[in-house]
T-cell receptor, first 111, second 111 residues
Framework: NAGVTQTPKFRILKIGQSMTLQCTQD?????MYWYRQDPGMGLKLIYY???????DKGEVPNGYNVSRSTTEDFPLRLELAAPSQTSVYFC??????????FGPGTRLTVL | DQQVKQNSPSLSVQEGRISILNCDYT??????FLWYKKYPAEGPTFLIS?????DKNEDGRFTVFLNKSAKHLSLHIVPSQPGDSAVYFC??????????FGAGTRLTVKP
C-alpha cells in the first residue's frame, strides 16, 4: 500500500492564482482530512469528509474548497491565493475518527 | 482559541533516560487523546492513544498518562533513544471528526 499520497510536494504561487492540492489514499478509508501547519503551530483542520459526496468545514475553512467524488481522492482547492495561505498542508485518512494516517505534506508559498 | 497546549517547545534528554512530554487541554468534552510523532519533511505518524475512561496506556517504551481532573496528559518514553528525536504532537477529539492539535514539542535525545 502507498498509504496517503500528496502532490505536489512544493509549490510557489502568486497572489490571486488558484491551484488544487491532490490527495489520494489506497486504504479504503471513509474519513479524509485536510490540515495546515503554520510555523510553530499545531495542525489546524481545514475540511474533512466522512465519505464520498460528504464534506464539512473544520476550524479554518475560509479560502478553501474541497470535493469528494470517490473514496480514494480528496482534492483541496485554493481559488484566490493569499500570503496568509503560505503553509504546509497535510492530508490524512482513517477508518474511524481517531488514528489518522498522514501524507508527506505539500509546502505552499504564496508571494 | 488554543484548546490543546504544549507549553514546552523543546526538550533535550540523554540517551537511556526518561523523556516526559506534557500536554494540557481546556475542553472538558474531549474524550480521546493521541500522540503523533513527526520527522522533518514527513507527515505525522500515530504513536499512542488513550480514551477518557482510562488513566494510563502503555505500548513498549511509550506510556501515556491522563489526568482528567487536571486536564493534563503526558507521554513518557523510557528509555529514550536517539531515533526518538522528532517533534511530538498531542491531539484531542470530542467524539467527532474535529481533532485539535497542540503546537508540538521538539525532542532531542543525545547519545
Amino acid at each position: 500500500n502507498a498509504g496517503v499520497t500528496q502532490t505536489p510536494k512544493f509549490r510557489i504561487l502568486k497572489i490571486g492564482q488558484s491551484m488544487t492540492l491532490q490527495c489520494t489514499q489506497d486504504m479504503n478509508h471513509n474519513y479524509m482530512y485536510w490540515y495546515r501547519q503554520d510555523p510553530g503551530m499545531g495542525l489546524k483542520l481545514i475540511y474533512y469528509s466522512v465519505g464520498a459526496g460528504i464534506t464539512d468545514k473544520g476550524e479554518v475553512p475560509n479560502g478553501y474548497n474541497v470535493s469528494r467524488s470517490t473514496t480514494e481522492d480528496f482534492p483541496l482547492r485554493l481559488e484566490l491565493a493569499a500570503p496568509s495561505q503560505t503553509s504546509v498542508y497535510f492530508c490524512a485518512s482513517d477508518s474511524s475518527y481517531n488514528e489518522q494516517f498522514f501524507g508527506p505534506g505539500t509546502r505552499l508559498t504564496v508571494l | 482559541d488554543q484548546q490543546v497546549k504544549q507549553n514546552s517547545p523543546s526538550l533535550s534528554v540523554q540517551e537511556g533516560r526518561i523523556s516526559i512530554l506534557n500536554c494540557d487541554y481546556t475542553n472538558s468534552m474531549f474524550d480521546y487523546f493521541l500522540w503523533y510523532k513527526k520527522y522533518p519533511a514527513e507527515g505525522p505518524t500515530f504513536l499512542i492513544s488513550i480514551s477518557s475512561i482510562k488513566d494510563k496506556n502503555e505500548d513498549g517504551r511509550f506510556t501515556v498518562f491522563l489526568n482528567k481532573s487536571a486536564k493534563h496528559l503526558s507521554l513518557h518514553i523510557v528509555p529514550s533513544q536517539p531515533g526518538d528525536s522528532a517533534v511530538y504532537f498531542c491531539a484531542a477529539s470530542e467524539s467527532n471528526n474535529d481533532m485539535r492539535f497542540g503546537a508540538g514539542t521538539r525532542l532531542t535525545v543525545k547519545p
